[in-house]
């Protein structure tokens, strides 16, 4: 499959063929040397369009044009021969191994030495100027590309971190979910021995009915987020923190020295379980962030929509506190959290302040 060369390689190229054919054409140069001189150009200049696909081979291709006239005939002085020769050798150095980039150099080298050696009333300064700059060149080529190289290995260790941190938030929330199903079977089991010694009373034998009917229905609904989450291994039946734990969460905060107040919007008492514990974690979670970074004045706001839960903690940001635009492993497993329930996760600096916004849909069973 031919490999097309990216388009914006493709149009510097075209620029510098266009600049040179016009310089050949247009310029003072010898009527004997223009028909050369433009076949060179042609080459040289078209070659760039491959500089990333086949690096060492433009520079080649360059050379052998530049160096060809350069022996056959005085080479002319034209504005597209320096940055034609310069990129050439900036890619080698930037797109090849590094002992096909000492070949380019060396080459780029050994044709200016030709060169320089073919003109008349070459001085010192006619070689090592040009040497200097095709050095310089070729090391910003070298600088660029150990660069990108150090940034792909950040990249590929910030995701797996980032894999981790919601692989374990995943197990995490299985377990948790596991303990809410588990309580809301015991819950279940429990109504139906009631229901059984209330046979004889029909009032009190409708309503554990529907005590179990409720309960039996809230479970269904865990289920449906347990499923492909859940993992081996036992956990203690026992109902998870939700947020009517809030006013504790936030007095530990407060205790640890986190300035911190609450507002809540809305009825809260009636929320899915699942739900009303990812609210809860999500809060935990953020104001831990705050107590590790910041410990500048915060706020909590929960707020009940038809259908969904806004959840908001906002904290100052202190002066000098560095923003790593939400990819810390806490926030990575918190993403992942909401993720899991169809919400939405922002983080993000708003009027000097760090803002985590959740909103997790309420589900109707």
């Known amino acids: 499959m031919t490999r097309r060369p990216p388009r914006n390689d493709v149009l510097v190229a075209a620029a510098l063929f266009a600049v040179a054919q016009a310089e050949v054409w247009l310029g003072d140069a ?68 590094a002992e096909l980039a000492v070949v380019g150099l060396a080459l780029g080298l050994a044709v200016l030495g030709v060169s320089t050696a073919e003109t ?69 089991v429990i109504q139906a021995e009631a229901g059984l010694l209330t046979a004889d009373e029909p009032e009190r034998a409708r309503q554990a009915l529907a005590a179990i009917r409720d309960s039996g229905r809230q479970a269904l609904g865990e289920l449906r987020h347990l499923l492909g989450l859940l993992e081996d291994g036992g956990a203690p039946v026992a109902p998870q923190p939700g947020l009517s734990g809030l006013d504790d969460l936030l007095d530990g905060a407060r205790g640890a020295g986190l300035p911190v107040e609450l507002h809540v919007d809305g009825d809260l008492g009636d929320l899915p379980p699942s739900t009303d514990l990812a609210a809860f974690r999500i809060v935990q979670e953020a104001l831990t962030n705050a107590l590790r970074h910041a410990r500048t004045p915060t706020g909590v706001r929960v707020v009940r929509h038809p259908g969904e839960l806004t959840v908001e903690v906002r904290n100052a940001i202190a002066p000098g506190t560095a923003f790593n635009g939400g990819a810390g492993r806490g926030l990575a497993g918190m993403r992942e959290r909401v993720r899991v329930f169809g919400g939405t996760l922002s ?19």
């Open 347 to 365: 983080t993000d600096r708003s009027d000097g302040e760090f803002v985590v916004r959740a909103v997790l849909p309420i589900e109707r069973v």
């Open 120 to 188: 008349e009333d070459a001085t010192v300064t006619d070689l090592t100027a040009p040497a200097l700059l095709f050095t310089a060149a070729w090391a910003v080529g070298r600088h660029l590309r150990a660069r990108r190289r150090r940034e792909a290995v950040l990249d590929r260790d910030r995701d797996a971190r980032e894999a981790a941190a919601a692989a374990e938030e995943r197990a995490r929330i299985a377990r948790e979910l596991h303990d809410i199903v588990a309580h809301r079977v015991s819950t279940v």
């Open 30 to 97: 010898a009527e004997a040397q223009r028909a050369g001189t433009a076949v060179a150009a042609a080459l040289a200049t078209g070659a760039l369009a491959w500089r990333q696909r086949a690096p060492l081979g433009v520079l080649m291709v360059v050379m052998a044009a530049f160096g060809t006239l350069s022996v056959a005939a005085e080479l002319p002085v034209a504005a597209f021969v320096l940055p034609t020769a310069l990129l050439a050798l900036y890619s080698v150095a930037a797109h090849a191994r």
